[in-house]
Structures are given as C-alpha cells and as structure tokens.
C-alpha cells in the first residue's frame, strides 16, 4: 500500500534541515504567490511585509501610489492594510504620492535574524 503524501512538508525541503522563521511564515500565509491572510503577530506579519517589499519593489525606483496598488493587490485584496503597513514598519517612503523601496540600512531589522540580546558595556 502506498503512503498518502505528507502535505506538511515545505516545497523543495531537504529532509533533516531545519527551516527558518521566515520559511515557516512564509509557507503558512503565501500560496501560489498569494497572501492568504496578513498575519496578527507582529514578527510573522513583518516577515511578510519585508518579502513584499523585496519581491515586488527595486531600489532606486519611484512608485506613483496607482501602481504599488496594482502590484499590492496581485499579493492580496487589502491593497490599503498592506500599503498602509509597508509605510509604517518602514519598508517603503512615502513622499508627494510616490513610493520608493527604502535602503535596507533606512528600514527594519530583519525579523528572520536571531534576536541574541547585546552584552552589557563594562561600565554597567
């Protein structure tokens, strides 16, 4: 008998490997492209915004709000949430309406990187 197949798995995962916060967010909100839901907790939803934000925008490139609408809207139906959003958390600037992809130094850590509290200084 054949074992029905293991849909918990993540597309192209190597077995043995442990994925990423990101791969997990990832694989649990997008499908075929699509942002099922924008996640409630804070860390998973900036996961998310920080992927739109590097798969649909270029540095160096001015948006006219008309179309980061059209490209929102391929992600998800709540074009103003996401715009509203990617602003907020930093990802993109906002300016005369148009909008520009923020340098990665301008914008929010990475939400995937492991948050490792800084030693104290000596003089503490």
């Known amino acids: 008998m054949s074992r029905?197949?293991?849909?918990?798995r993540i597309p192209g995962e190597v077995p043995g490997r442990?994925?990423?916060f990101r791969e997990k967010t990832l694989h649990a909100f997008v499908v075929d492209g699509r942002?099922?839901?924008?996640?409630?907790?804070?860390?998973?939803?900036?996961?998310i915004l920080r992927w739109i934000a590097m798969t649909d925008f270029e540095p160096h490139r001015?948006?006219?709000?008309?179309?980061v609408d059209m490209r929102l809207a391929l992600r998800?139906?709540?074009?103003?949430?996401?715009r509203?959003?990617?602003v907020d958390s930093?990802?993109?600037?906002?300016?005369?309406?148009?909008y520009r992809l923020r340098?990665?130094?301008?914008?929010?850590?990475?939400?995937d990187a492991d948050l490792v509290p800084s030693a104290p200084s000596p003089e503490e």
Do not use: C
């Not at 029905?4 to 918990?8: L, M, N, Q």
């Not at 998800?76 to 996401?82: G, N, P, S």
């Not at 130094?105 to 990475?110: I, K, Q, R, V």
């Open 103 to 111: 340098p990665e130094t301008d914008g929010p850590a990475d939400p």
């Open 62 to 67: 001015a948006y006219p709000e008309r179309e």
């Open 90 to 98: 930093r990802y993109l600037s906002r300016g005369d309406g148009v």
């Open 4 to 8: 029905p197949a293991d849909t918990t």
């Open 84 to 86: 509203r959003s990617l």
């Open 18 to 20: 442990r994925h990423t």
């Open 35 to 47: 942002l099922e839901r924008i996640p409630a907790r804070e860390r998973k939803r900036q996961v």
């Open 76 to 82: 998800h139906r709540d074009v103003a949430a996401l």
